[in-house]
DNA sequence: GGTTTTGGTTATATTTCATAACTAAAACCG
DNA sequence: CGGTTTTAGTTATGAAATATAACCAAAACC
């Protein structure tokens, strides 16, 4: 009898298949791509994207609530704590009391904060820029931007 | 003096400012969207997009080695063990003898793992439907696959 | 035939993300 | 007013995804 269970494998390069065409795939791999660079540029300003995405909403919104600030940006509110705490700790945003309700706090980026927001937005537009060669021209970048916001939609 | 420390919150929605004009932040808000609409869509098959592309990668390489499949994935191969072992504890896929080195696992779909894969093909063509309807069209879909490929190889 | 390398596995740490429960302060309301 | 309910922030905790080191058996090397 011939043996049942033996199978040989098949030489050259694995397949995906119907995988390059889809969307939720191809999103996967290329938010890992991107936040991958994303690492590089931000390393020598210990920043990681949530980190990020906190400072420019807390800068663009000072005195909001905590709460209103993570719902935002997407994240729940006991995980929000924890980065809040490293900001804070780094110096680079404060918890302020709410003049109105004193269980809320009134978050606001510090001195140090804006600073090294400012680096942070070079180093994102750098980013941008790469992206936009990668993609063959700013029209691509723009028209990548419009699409994910509509599919984040969904 | 002043009390120093009070501040009170604006009112209304809470703007983004530039996040919402960056690649990587949009492209994490639309992959979050397109997972859970997976999610929903097959939450029948009891199927996560990790087996879901597990499952079309061994199919369209029947008999390749374990760890082939597992970096043409980008998963670790130690991570990639425990994914196995689900589909082929539930009968979907099975690690058989490799014929030249028996070391290797060659893997394979079983009947029932095809026969599910192509209820997830379905399942996953609607998806695809709706995203082209939630872009307007299946030019700006193509359009998407092209330039997330294009990013993934940032 | 002994050494080195490789495929799969185990164990483990880290990170991310979600939920329940607590407190203090506010809002509500008869 | 005073008691109840709701809300903001926090703590504790668990589940899931991801990465690393170490091991065994089989292969490749020389």
Redesign the interface.
Same mark, same amino acid.
């Given at each position: 009898m011939s043996?049942p269970?033996?199978? !040989?494998?098949?030489a050259g @390069? /694995? %397949? &995906?298949?119907?995988? !390059?065409? /889809?969307?939720?795939? &191809? &999103? =996967? %791999?290329?938010? *890992?791509?991107?936040?991958e !660079?994303?690492g590089r540029r931000f390393q020598a300003l210990d920043l990681t994207?949530a980190q990020f995405?906190a400072l420019?909403?807390i800068?663009?919104?000072?005195? $909001? =609530?905590q709460s #209103? *600030?993570a719902?935002? &940006?997407?994240v729940q509110r006991p995980n929000f704590v924890a980065l809040m705490d490293g900001l804070e700790r780094r110096g680079l945003a404060?918890r302020? %009391?709410?003049?109105? #309700?004193r269980r809320?706090n009134?978050l606001?980026l510090t001195r140090a904060g804006r600073e090294l927001l400012d680096r942070a937005?070079g180093a994102?537009a750098e980013? @941008?820029t790469? *992206?936009r060669a990668?993609?063959g021209g700013e029209a691509? $970048?723009r028209?990548? /931007?419009e699409?994910?916001? =509509?599919?984040? $939609?969904?």
């Open positions: 043996a269970e033996a199978l !040989d494998a098949a @390069e /694995v %397949r &995906l298949g119907m995988l !390059d065409g /889809v969307v939720g795939y &191809l &999103l =996967r %791999r290329a938010q *890992i791509a991107v936040f !660079d994303f994207p995405s420019v909403a800068q663009e919104n000072p005195g $909001r =609530r #209103d *600030i719902a935002a &940006l997407g404060e302020l %009391r709410s003049g109105a #309700d809320a009134a606001a937005l994102q980013q @941008e790469a *992206i990668a993609l691509e $970048r028209r990548l /931007v699409t994910l916001a =509509r599919l984040s $939609r969904l």
